[in-house]
């Protein structure tokens, strides 16, 4: 189970930081990531962080404004926000993939609005 917080109403220009608690069968995991869908718009890759190596990942129109880290017990993961647009207003989701299957498990979704 994946459990999301964090989302909220932000003017242009502030921060956010969301949280993804993980539990139960997502011990089988290797890889978190945050995705995010705005009104009218397809699901799209934020960043992700695998939980060995750390080694991260991000989606361009978010590099040098948005870190995705995790906690050291390997339960959290986090998604700083920084620098925020109205361009960034969307659901955004938590996933958790499995070796070799993608993302199985996701999280119910935390709502960042940004105004301008």
């Known amino acids: 189970q994946l459990q999301a917080s964090g989302g909220g109403l932000v003017q242009a220009g502030g921060s956010l930081r969301l949280s993804c608690a993980a539990s139960?069968?997502?011990?089988?995991?290797?890889?978190m990531g945050w995705f995010r869908q705005a009104p009218m718009k397809e699901r799209e890759f934020v960043a992700s962080i695998r939980w060995s190596s750390v080694t991260t990942t991000y989606a361009d129109s978010v590099k040098g404004r948005f870190t995705i880290s995790r906690d050291s017990a390997k339960t959290t993961v986090y998604l700083q926000m920084n620098s925020l647009q109205p361009g960034d207003t969307a659901v955004y989701y938590c996933?958790?993939?499995?070796?070799?299957?993608?993302?199985?498990?996701w999280g119910q979704g935390t709502l960042v609005t940004v105004s301008s």
């Open positions: 996933a958790a993939g499995v070796m070799g299957r993608g993302y199985v498990y």
């Open positions: 139960g069968s997502t011990f089988s995991t290797y890889i």
